[in-house]
């Protein structure tokens, strides 16, 4: 939906809601963006404010700003993670082609930690509004919507059964419904087989209602999904292989000098498994079955770095990292989720954009028979600024 679409009462909600979060730095600052947050929560003010603060705090804590410029993402992704901007559709709006099916996410998974595969999903979205910047400023007409079209291709039960790519996925899916919202124009997944259906039940209850009333799945049958994409987009931007004209400067109907078609990762990318063993400056904690732990930090110089690393010695553990104002409000920064501390040191760091309580936790919940040794050292360095 665009502002120019709105009825008189939703104009009405759209000024109320504009005036709320007039105090937000937001990274865009248009009226079509801003619009965005109120329809992925159905014209609710109080919940849409609420979706766009913590946003715009997630934004702040994890540097997604300048993310593109300032973040080199590891080789692996760059060249197997199998997606790219290849055009756009006849909205102007950024064309994506991923070859999900032919994703080596299991080598993916193994050649970058699960932060950066997760941080790229979040680069890739930024190049995505860029780009949607750049297309407005050359048709002189707003672009707020992307358009993907999703290959199953060769999609492999091996791959979807992976459960560490189960997991960063509803991750990522999450991050991308939560700070990414009505992004989406059309998304068109080609050449589904039947146990596409079996993914595709897992991942809907992730995905918002709006989002899955612009999804359509076609399976084999090339005449039909190619005449439904020669619909919404031009023939000269889509790849022959796709039903449209483009090739690239090598006359591949794919078109993959342009953009990663993904295959199989090499071995030489994946990470050294090297059990991780603790260091002289870390604390060990032992965190009882079925319970919680949780580390208080009191902030009081906004934009200092919580910084952190930690393992455990015998299974995984829960983690997740969040702040609480002072009216007692909790912001998540980091979601709780289960990480493979025991194959790899856990590593990361989040801006405190606020000067209030920040809280580690470590979940062990989940475990109802086993507790867990934790080593961990979490610290607070102040701004740069303040050394001098």
């Given at each position: 939906?665009?502002?120019?679409?709105m009825?008189?009462?939703?104009?009405?909600?759209?000024?109320?809601?504009?005036?709320?979060?007039?105090?937000?730095?937001?990274?865009?600052?248009?009226?079509?963006?801003?619009?965005?947050w109120l329809?992925?929560?159905?014209?609710?003010?109080?919940?849409?404010?609420?979706?766009?603060?913590?946003?715009?705090?997630?934004?702040?804590?994890n540097?997604?700003?300048?993310?593109?410029?300032?973040?080199?993402?590891?080789?692996?992704?760059?060249?197997?993670?199998?997606?790219?901007?290849?055009?756009?559709?006849?909205f102007?709006?950024?064309?994506?082609?991923?070859?999900?099916?032919?994703?080596?996410?299991?080598?993916?998974?193994?050649?970058?930690?699960?932060?950066?595969?997760?941080?790229?999903?979040?680069?890739?979205?930024e190049?995505?509004?860029?780009?949607?910047?750049?297309?407005?400023?050359?048709?002189?007409?707003?672009?707020?919507?992307q358009?993907?079209?999703i290959?199953?291709?060769?999609?492999?039960?091996?791959?979807?059964?992976?459960?560490?790519?189960?997991?960063?996925?509803?991750?990522?899916?999450?991050?991308?419904e939560?700070?990414?919202?009505?992004?989406?124009?059309?998304?068109?997944?080609?050449?589904?087989p039947?146990?596409?259906?079996?993914?595709?039940?897992?991942?809907?209850?992730?995905?918002?209602?709006?989002?899955?009333?612009?999804?359509?799945?076609?399976?084999?049958?090339?005449?039909?999904?190619?005449?439904?994409?020669?619909?919404?987009?031009?023939?000269?931007?889509?790849?022959?292989?796709y039903?449209?004209?483009?090739t690239?400067?090598?006359?591949?109907?794919?078109?993959?000098?342009?953009?990663?078609?993904?295959?199989?990762?090499?071995?030489?990318?994946?990470?050294?498994?090297?059990?991780?063993?603790?260091?002289?400056?870390?604390?060990?904690l032992?965190?009882?079955?079925?319970?919680?732990?949780?580390?208080?930090?009191?902030?009081?110089?906004?934009?200092?770095i919580l910084?952190?690393?930690?393992?455990?010695?015998?299974?995984?553990?829960?983690f997740?990292?969040?702040?609480?104002?002072?009216?007692?409000?909790?912001?998540?920064?980091?979601?709780n989720?289960?990480?493979?501390?025991?194959?790899?040191?856990?590593?990361?760091?989040?801006?405190?954009?606020?000067?209030?309580?920040?809280?580690?936790?470590?979940d062990?919940?989940?475990?109802y028979?086993?507790?867990?040794?934790?080593?961990?050292?979490?610290?607070?360095?102040?701004?740069?600024?303040?050394?001098?």
């Open positions: 939906m665009l502002v120019s679409q009825s008189e009462a939703q104009k009405e909600t759209f000024d109320q809601f504009k005036d709320k979060v007039k105090d937000c730095k937001l990274i865009d600052p248009s009226d079509d963006y801003i619009l965005k329809v992925a929560r159905n014209f609710d003010l109080d919940q849409a404010e609420k979706m766009l603060r913590r946003s715009v705090e997630w934004r702040k804590a540097r997604i700003d300048g993310i593109v410029e300032q973040w080199e993402p590891p080789m692996a992704l760059v060249k197997y993670y199998p997606m790219g901007i290849i055009g756009a559709d006849k102007f709006c950024p064309l994506w082609v991923v070859s999900f099916g032919k994703g080596d996410w299991r080598g993916i998974l193994q050649s970058v930690s699960k932060r950066d595969y997760l941080r790229y999903i979040s680069y890739m979205a190049k995505s509004f860029a780009q949607m910047r750049k297309n407005s400023l050359q048709t002189e007409n707003p672009v707020t919507y358009t993907f079209i290959d199953m291709e060769g999609l492999s039960m091996r791959q979807m059964a992976y459960k560490p790519f189960r997991d960063v996925g509803f991750e990522g899916i999450q991050i991308s939560a700070n990414y919202p009505e992004s989406l124009r059309r998304v068109f997944i080609v050449n589904a039947k146990v596409f259906t079996f993914v595709f039940n897992m991942v809907k209850p992730f995905l918002h209602p709006v989002t899955l009333d612009k999804i359509s799945v076609f399976g084999f049958d090339k005449s039909e999904w190619s005449a439904a994409l020669l619909k919404e987009i031009d023939a000269d931007q889509l790849p022959v292989h039903g449209g004209t483009m690239d400067s090598k006359g591949d109907p794919k078109c993959s000098s342009l953009i990663s078609l993904g295959g199989e990762v090499p071995q030489s990318y994946y990470m050294e498994a090297i059990k991780p063993t603790p260091n002289k400056n870390m604390t060990s032992s965190i009882p079955s079925g319970s919680k732990k949780k580390l208080e930090f009191k902030v009081i110089q906004s934009n200092s910084k952190w690393e930690f393992m455990t010695e015998d299974g995984d553990i829960g997740g990292v969040h702040y609480v104002e002072r009216n007692g409000d909790k912001f998540d920064l980091v979601n989720e289960r990480v493979e501390s025991h194959l790899m040191m856990e590593e990361g760091e989040l801006l405190c954009t606020r000067p209030v309580l920040y809280v580690v936790e470590f062990n919940s989940f475990s028979l086993r507790s867990k040794k934790l080593w961990y050292r979490i610290v607070v360095d102040l701004p740069i600024s303040n050394y001098h």
